[in-house]
């Protein structure tokens, strides 16, 4: 038997700018800031000093571009490295390759005042050929501030592909804190795209133990940047735990944290999905219904069963559906 019911309802992004292709050549030939020369020509007064009283050392007696043996011991190691954590099984390999075919490519140091060398790249190579059981490592000397040491050494891990997405993130950071560069110069620095840049700072906006989980490989980049739409560390922790628990794709997860963000939605998608194509007849008399009403109506028929309803907004809207079903009575 069919019944009538009254109820009462409750950026455009920019063009992507293709990258400039700079990165470490450039930190070797672009001139340095009147400051940093300053400082610059202050070290190399230090290093004259230290090769005087090293005038039998051939590698110092020839700073420059060609590459020396250096002893291995005598090299400290970069105190501005951004790489956290370093794949042993790939150091092994690398060290065995070394064996077999020695170091293809130098490192790169600048000397110390104390007579020692500092390691700006390539801190792979010099561990593993270390591991190698080399006493010496072929070497380029570079005559570099502190400043301008950090900056290529940055610039150096950014230009690889094995760093994760957090150690990305806090290499951009630092460059951007402690050189006052903006997103814009970063990206020109890096040969990175500038929405790049921004899109791995955002996630030094992650609670650290989603960070973890992006540093471990748990979660990806794809993951977090799901995640950084929801509001709230409480949120992020709660959706990330379910996102991990159930090893969710990175669509699965921005389908997932669209509908926390908005149940409406997600709860009428599904309505939607189960309703049946409304009959030719129903959808007339819904439609007529509602011209003489002046309200919304929906009918729900199933084999000749079914309900009205009909959605009022206001006391007046109700009032007059009340004098038309009067009327009609």
Known sequence: ?????????????????????????SLLSTPAPPEVVARSQAFAARTAAHTAHNVDDPFVA????????????????NPYQTRMQVDEQKLDELARSIVANGVVQPIIVRPLPNGRFQLIAGERRWRASIKAGKTTVPAILRQVTDEQAMEMTIVENLQRADLNPMEQARAYDRLSRDFHMTQEQVAQRTGKDRATVANFLRL?????????????????????????????????????????ALSMSVRQ??????????PERKRKKSED????????NVREAQDRLQRQLGLKVRIEDKNGRGRVTIEYSGLEDFDALMAVLGAAV
Do not use: C, N, W
Request: net charge neutral; charged share 30%; glycine share 8%.
């Open 1 to 25: 038997m069919s019944r009538i019911e009254v109820k009462s309802p409750g950026k455009v992004e920019a063009p992507k700018r293709r990258a400039l292709g700079k990165g470490l050549e």
């Open 253 to 262: 997860t921005e389908t997932y944290v669209q509908g926390l963000m908005d």
């Open 273 to 280: 999905k189960t309703k049946e194509p409304l009959d030719p």
């Open 62 to 77: 020839h700073v420059g571009g060609t590459p020396r043996e250096v002893p291995a011991d005598q090299i400290d190691s």
């Open 204 to 244: 030094l906006r992650l609670p650290v133990a989603v960070q973890s989980k992006v540093e471990s490989g748990d979660l990806s980049f794809g993951h977090a940047r799901a995640l950084l739409s929801l509001d709230g560390a409480e949120e992020i922790l709660k959706a990330m735990t379910k996102v991990v």
